[in-house]
């Protein structure tokens, strides 16, 4: 299982940090990833990371969000700087043995953390 925090409500402009915990999973072996979900939307990957590489980035956030692991805590942390509206939306943290193209086929969901940016 995995685990969100860090939502909130932020001014565009503004920062986040996201935090995805699991007491199942080690990197080394899975991948992690954080996606969203915006209203009348489907799904969209944000940030995945395969074991021992580097995360890849949605075009939308490149330069903007940083994925980073810490294989001692089991956490992949989302750092969101230079927040736009259109960033708004429910983040998940999902995780799998392998990652996939599209969101839906990935096994274990966390519950979600909202992120409002206003104007």
């Known amino acids: 299982q995995v685990h969100e925090s860090g939502g909130g409500s932020v001014q565009s402009g503004g920062s986040l940090k996201l935090s995805c915990t699991t007491d199942?999973?080690?990197?080394?072996?899975?991948?992690m990833g954080w996606f969203r979900q915006a209203p009348g939307k489907e799904r969209e990957a944000v940030a995945t990371?395969?074991?021992?590489?580097?995360?890849t980035y949605a075009d939308s956030v490149q330069g903007r969000f940083t994925a980073s692991k810490n294989n001692a805590n089991t956490s992949l942390d989302l750092q969101m700087n230079s927040l736009k509206p259109e960033d708004t939306a429910m983040y998940y943290c999902?995780?799998?043995?392998?990652?996939?193209?599209?969101?839906?086929?990935?096994?274990?969901w966390g519950q979600g953390t909202q992120v409002t940016v206003s104007p």
């Open positions: 199942q999973y080690t990197f080394d072996y899975y991948c």
């Open positions: 990371v395969a074991p021992h590489e580097s995360p």
């Open positions: 999902a995780a799998d043995f392998r990652c996939w193209s599209v969101p839906s086929r990935y096994r274990d």
